[in-house]
T-cell receptor, first 112, second 116 residues
Framework: GDSVTQMEGPVTLSEEAFLTINCTYT??????LFWYVQYPGEGLQLLLK?????DKGSNKGFEATYRKETTSFHLEKGSVQVSDSAVYFC???????????FGSGTQLTVLP | GAVVSQHPSRVICKSGTSVKIECRSL??????MFWYRQFPKQSLMLMAT?????????EQGVEKDKFLINHASLTLSTLTVTSAHPEDSSFYIC????????????FGEGSWLTVV
């Protein structure tokens, strides 16, 4: 079945540091890929998505590129802020978009 | 973007009582809604998938008689935790998929349930 493997956390960075959170997936067909962010005590918010190979999703300075050859969708940000501290979930939706398969989540803490 | 709203955001109930959580898609029709449970510092566990007008499909290990799901309209799904016990205390999150064939799933804000 489909699966998503995320870089284990927690990740602690200083403000303005470069962020990479690795995500790889296993799926049949052509899934859509997502990054969701969860702030403390809240639900999940869609951060960005990509629906086909070589697509780049971007939002709020975050980027991720759908790499079919490496089955990856790594999340990057050039300069993190304290307000980026949250849990980040990589997810995929199968071609029928029936449901999401989540990674385990990566806790990011950004220190001032 | 699309908005999904959950209510209540926090609820405390006594052991043995039932509690209902609502999930509404505010600006789109959701043919499919999903209910998740999240334990502290863990990922989301899919409990069930509900399609408007039909019975919910429960994941293995989830008691359908305990977690009643109703998806009576294209904008509302409800989760009722029946005869709640302290071990049911958790963060429950719903999500909804747009009914126009879109493949993006939007999440509600989550509901904290505490059973005392």
């Amino acid at each position: 079945g489909d699966s998503v493997t995320q870089m284990e956390g927690p990740v602690t960075l200083s403000e303005e540091a470069f962020l990479t959170i690795n995500c790889t997936y296993t799926a049949t067909g052509y899934p859509s890929l997502f990054w969701y962010v969860q702030y403390p005590g809240e639900g999940l918010q869609l951060l960005l998505k990509a629906t086909k190979a070589d697509d780049k999703g971007s939002n709020k300075g975050f980027e991720a590129t759908y790499r079919k050859e490496t089955t990856s969708f790594h999340l990057e940000k050039g300069s993190v802020q304290v307000s980026d501290s949250a849990v980040y979930f990589c997810a995929l939706s199968d071609s029928s978009a029936r449901q999401l398969t989540f990674g385990s989540g990566t806790q990011l803490t950004v220190l001032p | 973007g699309a908005v999904v709203s959950q209510h209540p955001s926090r609820v405390i109930c006594k052991s043995g009582t039932s509690v209902k959580i609502e999930c509404r898609s505010l600006d789109f029709q959701a043919t499919t809604m999903f209910w998740y449970r999240q334990f502290p510092k863990q990922s989301l566990m899919l409990m069930a998938t509900s399609n408007e007008g039909s019975k919910a499909t429960y994941e293995q290990g989830v008691e359908k008689d305990k977690f009643l799901i109703n998806h009576a309209s294209l904008t509302l799904s409800t989760l009722t935790v029946t005869s709640a016990h302290p071990e049911d205390s958790s963060f429950y999150i719903c999500s909804a998929r747009q009914g126009d064939g879109g493949n993006t799933i939007y999440f509600g804000e989550g509901s904290w349930l505490t059973v005392v």
